[in-house]
């Protein structure tokens, strides 16, 4: 029922800042008990979890990315962000957005997800 559609730019230059928007329906994002998430993974490696806002609009991040990542919404669009500044070769990776039906917690268990959105970081 919930889906979940990542859009942005597929190509950003080194040392600017990816946005990512993720635009939900079929559910509210701010809706009891879930977290909206962001979760990376770049060429050959495995998914990492970068952070979430969850349906009070608390934010959690990775201490990964903590330093240079904002995630924030629009309640009004159902919609949720992802900036990540100061970008490197190193952050290519396939982006996607998911719903998180843990809030808080040292562990993660998505039940939906985007489909995934390639961006490539190169001059």
């Known amino acids: 029922q919930v889906q979940l559609q990542e859009s942005g730019p597929g190509l950003v230059k080194p040392s600017q800042m990816l946005s990512l928007t993720c635009t939900v329906s079929g559910g509210s994002i701010t809706a009891n008990y879930y977290a909206w998430s962001w979760i990376r993974q770049p060429p050959g490696k495995g998914l990492e979890w970068m952070g979430a806002i969850a349906y009070d609009g608390s934010t959690y991040y990775s201490p990964s990315f903590k330093s240079r990542t904002s995630i924030s919404r629009d309640t009004s669009k159902n919609q949720f962000s992802l900036q990540l500044s100061s970008v490197t070769p190193e952050d290519t990776a396939v982006y996607y957005c998911?719903?998180?039906?843990?809030?808080?917690?040292?562990?993660?268990?998505?039940?939906?997800w985007g489909q995934g959105t390639q961006v490539t970081v190169s001059s």
């Open positions: 998911a719903r998180d039906i843990r809030v808080g917690e040292e562990t993660h268990e998505y039940d939906s």
